[in-house]
């Protein structure tokens, strides 16, 4: 595992490149395993780095100014969520006793160029919440908190289901993505965010194992 890929687990990037934040989502716990957390904490800390980016990205999607009426009262609300998935986590570490890791600096690259690229990346990136969500769910060790981590990732697949359908996505594979939740090959994945990335050798590189 890299280093880059290291500090994204344990909450300890200060700094989040061009585009590697796309690919840092859109992974999600795909890159992580069991070795990689030694307590609930860790796993906490892991899931607020991803919500400081999801909620970052809305804040200056929405403050670009790109949606008007029912699309832009949908991805506020959107956004609201994702500040309140990062208020949730971090009491619940500090909860467990634990410290919640800061939020690491952005840089979206060209997500905000207009009304599509923004309502696309929304959708990769809530989808791939999905798939981080109940990839972290075999990590959990308390019982409460996987509760809690369930209730997150409902709401991230209902994002997921409203922003497909504001882009008019097909129903199965695009509102929703079927009958269950599946893991998504990398290389698909890498295929679907590449045109955001400002460099996808450098997300490539960054998670390699």
Not at 52 to 71: D, I
Not at 88 to 99: D, E, N, P, R, Y
Not at 110 to 129: D, P, Q, V, W
Not at 169 to 181: D, F, Q, R
Request: aromatic share 8%; net charge negative.
């Amino acid at each position: 595992m890299t280093d880059t890929v290291r500090d994204l687990i344990h909450g300890n990037a200060s700094m989040v490149a061009p585009g590697a934040a796309l690919g840092a989502l859109s992974h999600g716990f795909e890159l992580a395993s069991a070795k990689d957390f030694s307590s609930d904490v860790e796993v906490l800390n892991y899931a607020l780095t991803l919500e400081y980016l999801e909620a970052e990205f809305y804040r200056q999607g929405n403050s670009a100014g790109l949606l008007k009426g029912t699309e832009k009262k949908y991805l506020m609300q959107i956004g609201a969520d994702e500040a309140s998935h990062v208020a949730t986590v971090t009491a619940t570490i500090q909860k467990l006793g634990g410290t919640p890791v800061g939020a690491p600096a952005v840089d979206f690259g060209g997500a905000f160029e207009n009304r599509k690229s923004y309502l696309t990346t929304s959708h990769i990136f809530e989808n791939k919440g999905v798939g981080a969500y109940l990839g972290a769910a075999g990590f959990v060790k308390d019982k409460m908190i996987l509760q809690a981590a369930a209730g997150i990732f409902g709401v991230e697949a209902r994002h997921a289901a409203v922003v497909g359908n504001l882009l008019g996505l097909k129903a199965e594979g695009g509102v929703y993505m079927g009958s269950t939740e599946v893991g998504i090959p990398k290389a698909d994945v890498l295929k679907a965010v590449a045109p955001f990335l400002q460099d996808p050798g450098k997300v490539v590189a960054a998670i390699t194992l």
